[in-house]
């Protein structure tokens, strides 16, 4: 066998030169041809997944739009649209990493161009980030002619983001001691005021502390092991010695914010689950959230919102929050609101506006036809589609059209539209759903759907005498979402008293986010004057009353 090889290998060194240079060029070719299948199918890949990005996105903007559109607002909608987000997130990184993937291949053949990814025109930079100049060096000679008498002719700036990591500083506050040669008492500057008594924390600190606790849901323990990482160790019960006073500090705040809400003719009500660790076992508490926003039908005063909490979900908790209110309370079908509505109630019973959204949302899960296939698309028994429930949602669509057309109106120009377009829909509704109900069993799912409404239709018509109510309760339901957030990364709260300083905390922070205030620089400087400021100017911390004297204090543009 070894013989018959060597007899093949010619013995002319020509002609083994020509073999091995045949062989050479064919191994070329197919490592070519190599190259080239490989170019064309990270090509492929890139321009697919980048047809699953856009597709992901475009589905992301559709179920935005139809959630704007249909009021959905449930806890359950929110989730699926934060995994919605999270799959667009990896499909787009995706996408980003092939087409890398497909330039480095595309460079290895001259005959596979490139796949570049169509993106949005990028923003610029903000005007207000500092920017640092950082010149390259000059060319010393022309590189056409080598000549050295170059002129400057302009510049080409590439602008490129970066950041500078978090420092930290401590402070020095010194106060020199002077003595008296004439009397020899001792005279030193008073010692400065601090943010809370005996603190060590400046302002800046403990608003980032409070805010990443309430505001961003990080809990004391990961921000301690964060803040050990960058070289400043602080004990977990270093700040939540911290997270204690300054909720102290801001208590007459929250007592003034809560005034404010409560003096509203209006508010918007609703409460949500929070696990409070108890012995052995975790119990459900609850915070309630009553928010007064006035904007929908053009008020001027500034909305805000107040949370409390509770260990339980009895009515009596309401009943105490809106013990001295009266007014417009928009608000689920809970029956621990019964006592607020009753007619001998003092000071003046509270008017009961139901949401359409909430029922809305009844009706729509017996026509999600979406829903349905997803299910059985995952070998699972598909939820019942009702024609009947399609119907139901597009009357009920068509009220919330005229809402979006109305919003920020005055009080009399939404009661004016309400009372010619929308008033005979319901009337229509209202018939409809009962004929539609009669004919149908009373254990029937859409039954049940429309005996909510039709059982509460006074309380779910008083928006057409009224142009300050809404037509949903969405405006709750939204302070609540940063609680469903946090309820997955803090997993509880420690005990009653921390129950209780969330819904302090939360309160000032959503408060702030409503009045597009940023919540940590609105908590820094007020921080930093609270100890010096008058009590009876407490209302010119005020997220709304802060915003304004920032404008006016700040330079006029040129």
């Known amino acids: 066998m070894v013989a018959t090889a060597l007899d093949a290998v010619p013995d002319d060194i020509g002609a ?46 559709i179920r935005k739009l ?46 596979v161009a490139p796949y570049v990814r169509k993106r949005p025109a990028r923003q610029p930079f903000p005007e207000h980030l500092p920017r640092e100049r950082v010149v ?37 506050h010194v106060r020199e001691k002077f003595t008296c040669r004439d009397c020899e008492a001792i005279s030193q500057a008073p010692a400065p005021f601090h943010a809370t008594p005996r603190g ?54 929250f007592k003034r914010l ?49 949370f409390y909490y509770s260990r339980d979900r009895r009515g009596e908790h309401p009943a105490a929050h809106l013990a001295g209110w009266s007014g417009i309370l928009q608000a689920d079908a809970y029956g621990g609101y019964g006592d607020l509505y009753a007619a001998g109630r003092q000071p003046a019973p509270i008017l009961e506006a139901s949401c359409w959204a909430h029922s809305r949302r009844k009706v729509f899960e017996l026509a999600d036809i979406e829903a349905a296939a997803r299910k059985k698309a995952h070998g699972e028994k598909p939820n019942l589609v009702y024609p009947l429930a399609v119907e139901a949602v597009k009357r ?44 149908l069993s009373r254990g029937h799912d859409l039954t049940k759907a429309f005996n909510y409404m039709l059982r509460r239709w006074s309380s779910f018509t008083r928006f ?15 302070a609540l979402r940063g609680v469903a957030l946090g309820r997955k990364s803090w997993l509880f709260c420690g005990s009653d008293r921390g129950g209780q300083r969330a819904a302090v905390l939360y309160s000032l922070i959503v408060s702030a986010k409503l009045n597009d205030v940023d919540p940590q620089a609105w908590l820094a400087d007020i921080l930093a004057r609270i100890a010096a400021h008058p009590a009876q100017r407490i209302d010119d911390l005020l997220p709304w009353n802060w915003r304004s004297a920032k404008l006016r204090t700040q330079p006029a543009a040129a």
């Open 66 to 111: 139809q959630r704007a559109l249909h009021g959905q607002s449930s806890e359950r909608s929110a989730r699926l649209h934060d995994q919605m987000e999270l799959t667009f997130e990896e499909l787009e990184s995706t996408a980003t990493e092939d087409e890398i993937a497909a330039e480095q291949a595309a460079a290895r053949t001259t005959e």
């Open 16 to 61: 083994l030169r020509a073999a091995l240079t045949a062989a050479l060029a064919r191994a070329e070719d197919e490592a070519a041809r190599a190259a080239l299948v490989e170019a064309e199918l990270a090509v492929a890949r890139a321009k697919a997944s980048d047809d699953a990005a856009l597709i992901a996105h475009q589905d992301l903007t």
């Open 396 to 439: 009920i669509d068509a009220l919330f059209d005229i809402e979006r057309e109305i919003n920020g109106l005055s009080p009399g120009q939404r009661h004016a539209v309400r009372q010619e377009r929308s008033a005979p829909l319901v009337t229509e509704l209202e018939r409809w759903m009962i004929e539609t109900r009669d004919k």
């Open 200 to 253: 060590w924390a400046g302002p800046g600190l403990l608003a980032m502390i409070l805010f990443e606790k309430f505001g961003q849901h990080q809990p004391l323990n990961r921000q301690a092991e964060r803040y050990a990482r960058e070289g400043v160790p602080l004990s977990l019960s270093t700040l939540a010695d911290q997270v204690g006073a300054g909720a102290a500090v801001l208590m007459p705040l």
């Open 258 to 306: 809560e005034a404010h809400v409560l003096s509203a003719s209006r508010l918007h009500g609703d409460d949500t689950t929070v696990p409070v660790l108890a012995k052995g076992k975790t119990d459900t508490g609850r915070l309630w959230t009553y928010v007064r926003d006035d904007r929908p039908f053009g008020g001027a005063d500034p909305p805000a919102v107040v």
């Open 464 to 478: 057409l005498d009224d142009g300050r109510i809404c037509l949903s309760n969405n405006a709750a339901e939204r």
């Open 136 to 172: 390259e060096p000059a060319p010393t000679a022309c590189h056409c002619c080598g000549g050295h008498r170059l002129r400057r002719l302009g510049e080409d700036i590439t602008e490129t983001l970066e950041v500078v990591p978090r420092q930290w500083k401590v402070i020095q």
